[in-house]
């Protein structure tokens, strides 16, 4: 199974980046998918997740309003949309996926990397002011 995150560059502030990550090895149209991000000396945080099956969604706090994760189950593709980008934005970001399917979990666990056992190898976005 392997996640394969592309999309990251260089952008300035008020830019917009779209992140995709395509799965390959199984499907993953009924599992609990998400984003996570990571920038140095910071530990990883939870950016954006979906329920197993798509109809729920869930933000950082930080990103609620700018950032948009869909998945294109035809594709096994999950995306994340970023408009309006900040510096603070800036990060490697990695896309994750839960090994179990239509799993009904709380909003925490959603957040929580312990969740996700299968990882993406990243994709760094920078943000200049």
């Known amino acids: 199974v392997q996640l394969q995150a592309c999309g990251g560059g260089l952008v300035q502030a008020g830019d917009s980046l779209r992140l995709s990550c395509a799965a390959s090895?199984?499907?993953?149209?009924?599992?609990?998918m998400g984003w996570f991000r990571q920038a140095p000396g910071k530990e990883r945080e939870f950016v954006a997740a979906?329920?197993?099956?798509?109809?729920?969604?869930y933000y950082a706090k930080s990103v609620e309003g700018r950032f948009t994760i869909s998945r294109d189950n035809a594709k096994n593709t999950l995306y994340l949309q970023m408009n309006s980008l900040k510096p603070e934005d800036a990060a490697n970001y990695f896309c994750?996926?839960?090994?179990?399917?239509?799993?009904?979990?709380?909003?925490?666990?959603?957040?929580?990397?312990?969740?996700?056992?299968?990882w993406g190898q990243g994709t760094q976005v920078t943000v200049s002011s």
């Open positions: 979906l329920s197993y099956s798509g109809s729920i969604t």
């Open positions: 090895g199984r499907t993953f149209s009924q599992s609990v």
């Open positions: 994750a996926a839960d090994r179990e399917s239509r799993r009904t979990y709380t909003r925490a666990t959603h957040y929580t990397r312990g969740t996700y056992h299968y």
